[in-house]
């Protein structure tokens, strides 16, 4: 039997999935426990003792130690692992430009895709919650904004010809706007997410995301999205 050297937490309509993408691009071996959060699974007194965030992704290493927060994961993983081909070490001179890139989406696109994938929650009237999502998308769209500059000078990728993590990242992230066709101001970002859709490791897991936004999307319609 192969040996679990991870365990993931996550699943269905999360970003856990980033994860995973990280796990086959460095051929890591892991086990996901999946956790539904659409019935609230996150929010267990079981998975609140494993991160009380009640967030997914969260992991526990083969030595026992859990740890949670997507980027922190990857990075971590990353390390661990000597995964050099998705991120520059420390002494190259490309890790700060990559540090930026990362931290740039994790901090400050991901809230508003965030809100965008929940504005329910963050309105007072039910009545508000389409013009805080028409909001949380002007916000992310400007964030996109930024990153299609700065590919559209050194591109394809966020490091010029070297992918990175922090183009897995940004397409995870921007393939949920692309089909919707939210994404047609910004071309660099579009070629950037069809590069790394295209990574043959990658394939398949680009495909589940496909699948998981048209259920979501169905769900939501009967009113039984994440709350
Ligand atoms: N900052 C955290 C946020 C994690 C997060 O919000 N995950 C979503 C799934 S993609 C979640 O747990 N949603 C359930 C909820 O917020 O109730 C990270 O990037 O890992």
């Not at 959060?37 to 969260?58: D, K, M, T, W």
């Not at 990574?199 to 709350?227: D, I, N, T």
Request: proline share 6%; net charge negative.
């Amino acid at each position: 039997m192969r040996k679990h050297l991870y365990t993931l937490y996550g699943g269905r309509y999360t970003r856990a999935l980033l994860v995973e993408m990280v796990m086959l691009e460095g051929e890591i071996d892991y086990q996901l426990r999946e956790v539904d959060i659409v019935q609230q699974e996150h929010r267990s007194a079981e998975f609140l003792s494993i991160n009380p965030a009640g967030h997914v992704p969260a992991m526990i290493t083969p030595e026992g130690v859990t740890l949670y927060e997507t980027p922190a994961i990857n990075l971590y993983l990353v390390e661990h692992h000597g995964l050099t081909d998705l991120a520059p070490t420390v002494d190259e001179p490309d890790r700060g430009p990559f540090l930026s890139g990362l931290f740039f989406l994790a901090g400050d696109l991901e809230p508003a895709m965030k809100r965008y994938f929940y504005p329910h929650r963050y309105v007072l009237r039910d009545e508000d919650t389409p013009i805080m999502k028409e909001e949380s998308l002007r916000a992310a769209l400007e964030r996109f904004a930024v990153i299609e500059e700065r590919l559209g000078k050194v591109g394809p990728y966020y490091l010029g010809t070297r992918f990175s993590l922090a183009d897995l990242t940004l397409s995870f992230w921007a393939c949920n706007l692309e089909s919707e066709g939210l994404l047609n101001a910004c071309p660099a970002v579009r070629n950037c997410v069809m590069l790394v859709k295209q990574r043959p490791k990658l394939r398949s897991k680009f495909s589940e995301l496909e699948l998981w936004r048209e259920e979501y999307r169905a769900l939501q319609a009967r009113g039984e999205g994440v709350r």
